[in-house]
């Protein structure tokens, strides 16, 4: 069988991991083993302050993994999405309640695909600051450009956006906007005059929504017609792909908090995880996480070689990893029996996270169907 | 013999080897097998098996630049799709457990497909319990002689050559008394007869083995300890259905989407929605099995080959099954049912009732998708063992 014209054959893609992504996994996971247990996120969830800015500050400054995305020549590491998708990994399994995809990866990405927007990028590589672009959270990539901010001539804004993800933290909006001449990105800062924020109560306790308001709000544009819809775009497609990695990261916790529970637990005088029907299910379970890590590292290794197969290995990944993160924690919850749907086990976190997730950046469905028309299979 | 460690063999040097064979033995005017024995006296038939039996200790990742190379020049290949048993069950299990007199003996015909192999393990009465088995090997002289019978053989009718699995001692528990051959499918006393399938044609055989004579010296592995080599083939097999290497759209998923290209008119949302669902699922198992290949760059396969065969099955079952249903009216034929004997083992081949019917056997062959899912849980994830009343029984005491 040929394969069509319009399919990319790829055969040169490494999807393993390097020894430096794996130095960099066990860094994270050993702060996030000793910062943030699923009981002390549970715990802030409660007390309604979910954002863990202390464990933030550990990691994008001490580690440095808020600039890992940004060119040395801007304060960053010079890093590629597959660093950053170890990171979202081992965040994705802690439900880790900081704005790393939020702000290193999206907002990050956003502003270096303005020309004006260097101060800010080097502030962001830093740690110094934290920034969020403010589409709903459900935004796929390929989405048309928003149209809920209006620019004026002297770049004041007004509109409203809602369901940011992770905005009640940002220091900096980056604000896509139409203004007299056509779509911009614009910067804002968050004490910044006529910005009003409605908190709307999330479904995923861990990366808490905020509704924007923008009554004539002073703004800096950062990118004017020409290059605001590429930086969108290609912020929302690493989103996209490396979402995907914090959803093996939320599949990989589930599988293993099951086994572990299924190893432990007896009733009629045997270990739950002796009997068949469970022992499939979690067969079935633990191929699809392996799976979803071939499709998140596609995603990844596309994104960071700057690869034109990128737009299909996103939507691949993303079709691919949402509904698995979603059926690892919905069977971590029913394999616990009881205890799953208690409010004191912290795998609802994860539940809730994996379904949010599903929605982030598109769902399913939506990657389903811009595949159609990238590979040439239309409806 | 002996390899140092500063041969190590690179793209380039095996690019280099590949072009002083097309030199010596240009494809176009030397005959296929005289080439195919030329390359695997080359060691680029295998580069990851030793120096002097087809490869030179290359690691095994750098297979497909010689094989890219070789397509290239136009030179022919070893048809390993009638000799899939042989080259990934038979030869992976012969180099790790026979002697250096057998393995000088069989690989290379064995590669070259001048010999074609086929498996002796399955029974009527052992399948996925297949440690059970019955047919007995009695030691006489210096050979054995083999009497049971044997089921499921692919390739059993163009087959010089048998891995078979028998019991030397019924006194001890089930896997402690077996003890693997290999059997010479031409000795007096091998009957292969045709077992036909639900597709028309008989693919697989029944073997039945009346005390036929295996010369100890054709024993793989200690008297024993067949079930340790069998499990080395076990996985091999896994490996072999489900982890080929394939471009994307390689396989079923690929003549699908090329139907509803060229067939608007049978496209319905319904079936776009579960297209694109199984396109997805496709393209990540090749990603997977990709992955796979890259960790395993050299090495054996581990228990991991088990989830590949499990979702290769899933898929080659659910795609079949959507091209049938695309097709409408057309779906309703078949191409023919006449009991044929085919020489190779191909799952896409054929039309598409054929590739339905034959899908249903890959949950089946080399261990069922149920066997798998045991193996994953016990031996992957370590979930403790169903309580089995069998282990400690000697296998002359077991119900059957």
């Not at chain 1, 439900?95 to 800010?120: K, Q, R, Y």
């Not at chain 1, 935004?139 to 809602?162: E, Y």
């Not at chain 1, 479904?203 to 709000?217: G, M, Q, S, W």
């Not at chain 2, 849980?377 to 005491?397: F, I």
């Amino acid at each position: 069988m040929t394969p069509a014209r319009t399919v990319v054959p790829r055969t040169d893609q490494d999807l393993l991991y390097s020894e430096v992504e794996q130095d960099l996994r066990s860094s994270v996971h050993d702060l996030l083993a000793d910062r943030c247990p699923p009981a002390a996120v549970l715990a802030r969830c409660e007390d309604r302050t979910p954002h863990d800015l202390a464990l933030w500050r550990a990691l994008s400054r001490d580690l440095g993994v808020a600039g890992l995305l940004v060119p040395p020549a801007h304060g960053g590491h010079g890093a590629t999405a597959r660093e950053a998708a170890v990171v979202l990994e081992e965040l994705g399994a802690s439900v880790a309640p900081v704005p790393f995809l939020t702000s290193a990866v999206v907002a990050t990405t956003a502003l270096l695909g303005c020309s004006g927007a260097a101060d800010e990028i080097a502030r962001l590589a830093s740690g110094a600051a934290t920034a969020v672009l403010t589409v709903p959270l459900s935004t796929a990539p390929g989405s048309a450009f928003p149209q809920g901010v209006r620019a004026d001539a002297a770049g004041v804004l007004t509109g409203r956006v809602t369901s940011v993800g992770d905005a009640g933290c940002a220091d900096l909006l980056v604000v896509p906007a139409t203004g007299p001449r056509g779509p911009g990105l614009y910067a804002v800062h968050a004490g910044a005059r006529g910005l009003g924020a409605d908190l709307p109560v999330s479904l995923d306790l861990t990366r808490p929504l905020v509704d924007i308001h923008f009554d004539r709000v002073a703004a800096r544009p950062l990118a004017g017609p020409g290059a605001a819809e590429p930086a969108l775009a290609t912020a929302l497609l690493t989103g996209a792909g490396l979402l995907a990695s914090e959803q093996l990261g939320i599949a990989q916790w589930c599988l293993d908090t099951t086994v572990r529970h299924l190893g432990e637990r007896s009733q009629f005088g045997r270990p739950v995880g002796s009997f068949q029907a469970l022992k499939h299910r979690l067969a079935d379970r633990w191929l699809e996480v392996v799976s979803a890590r071939a499709a998140a590292r596609s995603a990844a290794d596309a994104l960071a070689s700057g690869s034109t197969d990128a737009p299909v290995a996103v939507a691949v990944a993303q079709a691919y990893c949402a509904p698995v993160a979603v059926r690892a924690a919905e069977e971590c919850l029913q394999l616990h029996g009881g205890i799953g749907m208690t409010w004191e086990h912290p795998l609802h976190l994860f539940l809730k996270r994996a379904k949010a997730d599903e929605v982030a950046f598109g769902t399913p469905g939506r990657h389903r169907a811009a595949l159609a028309g990238l590979v040439g299979l239309p409806a | 013999m002996t390899t140092t460690a500063a041969t190590a063999v690179d793209a380039d040097e095996l690019r280099g080897r590949v072009s002083a064979l097309l030199a010596e033995y240009d494809p176009a005017t030397v005959d296929r097998l005289t080439f195919l024995r030329a390359r695997f006296d080359a060691g680029l038939a295998w580069v990851h098996y030793p120096r002097g039996l087809g490869g030179l200790d290359a690691p095994r990742a750098l297979q497909s630049v010689v094989d890219a190379a070789l397509e290239a020049a136009g030179a022919p290949d070893n048809d390993p799709r009638r000799i899939g048993i042989g080259l990934g069950m038979a030869a992976p299990t012969l180099l790790r457990f026979g002697t250096e007199r057998q393995r000088r003996r069989f690989l290379r015909p064995l590669w070259t497909g001048e010999e074609v192999w086929c498996q002796l393990f399955s029974e009527p009465g052992a399948g996925s319990d297949l440690a059970s088995l019955g047919t007995r090997a009695v030691r006489d002289g210096d050979a054995w002689v083999v009497t049971g019978q044997k089921v499921w053989t692919s390739s059993a009718h163009t087959a010089r050559w048998a891995i078979l699995l028998a019991r030397t001692d019924p006194e001890v528990p089930k896997h402690q008394g077996l003890t693997y051959f290999v059997c010479d499918m031409h000795a007096p006393g091998v009957e292969v007869r045709p077992l036909r399938q639900i597709t028309g044609e008989a693919e697989f055989n029944e073997v039945f083995l009346n005390e036929v004579r295996v010369p100890d010296e054709h024993r793989l592995g200690e008297v024993g300890d067949g079930w340790r080599v069998a499990r080395t083939t076990l996985m091999n097999e896994r490996v072999a259905i489900g982890g080929q290497a394939l471009p994307r759209e390689g396989g079923m998923i690929g003549i699908v989407a090329e139907l509803w290209r060229g067939r608007p008119e049978l496209r319905t949302p319904a079936l776009h929605d579960r297209l694109l669902r199984l396109w997805v699922d496709a393209e990540v198992a090749r990603l997977t099995g990709e992955r796979l290949r890259q960790q395993l760059a050299t090495g054996a396969p581990g228990p991991e080959g088990s989830g590949m065969k499990l979702a290769f099955a899933r898929l080659a079952q659910e795609i079949s099954g959507l091209e049938v249903e695309m097709l409408g009216e057309e779906g309703l034929r078949y191409d023919d049912w006449t009991l044929r004997r085919p020489q190779t083992v191909d799952f896409t081949g054929r039309g598409p009732g054929y590739r339905y019917l034959r899908a249903k056997g890959n949950s089946i062959e080399g261990g069922t998708s149920e066997i798998l899912r045991n193996i994953i849980a016990e031996r992957v994830l370590g979930l403790p063992a169903e309580p089995r009343t069998d282990k400690d029984v000697a296998w002359k005491d077991l119900p059957r």
